[in-house]
């Protein structure tokens, strides 16, 4: 109890996740009699000894190389084809590049920043209201969170146990589902508030084929990266390194617009990123262990156990306790501490781990994009100089999208395993 006021108490005065998870975890074994501070040390040596963990830097460059390389370009140009033309036009396209995006970048933070830096304006400018662009940005920005290679779901199967190439394949229904969703969200809100269509020229199959064959490479790379590691090619961890490889040829044979500059930029900007990332995750590692010590697995297994052993209020009652987790906490921290607790529990009356873990990703990553401590509403709030407040308003529709597809998905596993289960 002392080791978790300790966290939150560092967290509310704004000590990076990091800090706070190593002075907190570090204060459990100084304060234990029969536990040395050196296990502490060795638990987050450790955690650095794993080969699939190698797949989050390999995806974190290989994505910074893509939107150097031209193909982000292509796939904003594919979109804006696409749906423009469809009422709320450049909302829809922030949705579908998400989509699109999913397979590229792997995370929502990431994907939400780069979108409001290039449409967020244009948004604006076209008559949607700040608050409109920024949770339409936000809320699809959820959408990397299912759509390979999501780097939460790479966490979550490492820190589960559960097979990335099975979360990997799982997720792309979900995704597709959460797109559709998040469209006739924008849809309604448009033609209730009379928004105009970015254009109002319908694409040809001509124009479209031509967009879709300049944007191949990109939209082929979530295929093969599912493909490869069903056949058993690449283990996600040979994936991601595929995928560094793959962005490099593209953006310098294919497209010719990677240059040495370029790649240089990206790999600098993939240090702070892989390096705030891992060592959020190699102090987990300690943390992971006192939970395991402590059998607090065991302990809240029992405990839910106890209160009913329903599988479908099991699910709703961990969903709840992760959207309210993921409402205080970054989504990384959520994922790294909450899994190792929440999948024996969910194991424990006939949940399939990979049906919670798409569910979990969901729910965890949309409480990034809700107040007080929403990292991805703060991002875009900030680009956009939006109000918080006018944003949350604007957000709670979409909000609501989010969490009726997520019941739907809850009571209806096979729509979440069906592919996994064809393919494995």
């Known amino acids: 109890m002392l080791t978790l006021c300790l966290f939150l108490g560092l967290l509310l005065v704004g000590m990076p996740l990091a800090f706070c998870l190593l002075i907190a975890g570090l204060s459990y074994f100084a304060l234990a009699e029969y536990i040395p501070i050196v296990v502490g040390v060795q638990r987050i040596a450790s955690a650095s000894q794993s080969f699939p963990l190698l797949a989050v830097p390999f995806f974190i460059v290989a994505g910074q190389i893509m939107n150097k390389s031209g193909i982000t370009k292509r796939l904003i140009d594919f979109s804006n084809l696409l749906v423009a033309w469809i009422s709320g036009g450049l909302a ?27 449409l967020g304006t244009a948004m604006t400018e076209s008559g949607f209201s ?18 390979p290679p999501s780097i939460g779901l790479i966490l979550y199967g490492f820190v589960g146990n559960v097979s990335i190439g099975q979360l990997f394949v799982a997720g792309i229904i979900p995704g597709i589902l959460l797109t559709l969703v998040l469209m006739l969200t924008v849809y309604f809100l448009a033609k209730k508030r009379g928004y105009k269509p970015a254009t109002t020229e319908k694409p040809t199959f001509k124009k479209i084929m031509s967009a879709m064959n300049a ?97 479908l209020l099991v699910m709703l009652i961990s969903l709840s306790l ?64 939006c109000p918080t407040d006018e944003y949350v308003k604007e957000a709670m529709p979409f909000f609501a999208a989010v969490i009726g597809l997520v019941l739907l998905l809850a009571l209806f596993p096979q729509i979440v395993l069906l592919l996994p289960n064809l393919l494995f």
């Open 92 to 118: 829809h396209v922030t949705i579908v590049l998400s989509a699109l995006m999913g397979g590229v970048s792997g995370s929502a933070i990431a994907d939400a920043a780069m979108q409001s830096r290039i």
């Open 130 to 147: 700040k608050g409109f662009s920024g949770a339409a940005i936000a809320v699809s920005a959820l959408i990397t969170a299912t759509i």
């Open 215 to 311: 944007s191949k490479w990109a939209l082929l790379f979530p295929v093969i990266l599912v493909v490869t590691i069903r056949f058993g090619i690449f283990t996600p961890s040979e994936a991601g390194a595929f995928a560094v490889v793959y962005a490099l040829v593209v953006g310098w044979l294919v497209y010719g617009e990677l240059t040495l500059a370029n790649v240089y930029k990206a790999f600098s900007d993939s240090v702070t990123d892989i390096g705030m990332i891992m060592l959020i995750i190699l102090c987990s590692g300690m943390i992971g262990y006192i939970f395991a010590y402590e059998q607090l697995p065991v302990s809240l297994a029992q405990g839910v156990a106890d209160i009913t052993q329903q599988p």
């Open 322 to 385: 992760l959207l309210f987790v993921g409402m205080v906490m970054e989504g990384t921290v959520t994922v790294l501490l909450l899994t190792p607790i929440l999948v024996p529990v969910v194991q424990s009356v006939g949940i399939d781990p990979v049906h919670f873990g798409i569910l979990m990703m969901i729910i965890v990553t949309l409480g990034g994009t809700t107040p007080p401590v929403g990292v991805a509403m703060y991002t875009v709030c900030g680009i956009l100089k």
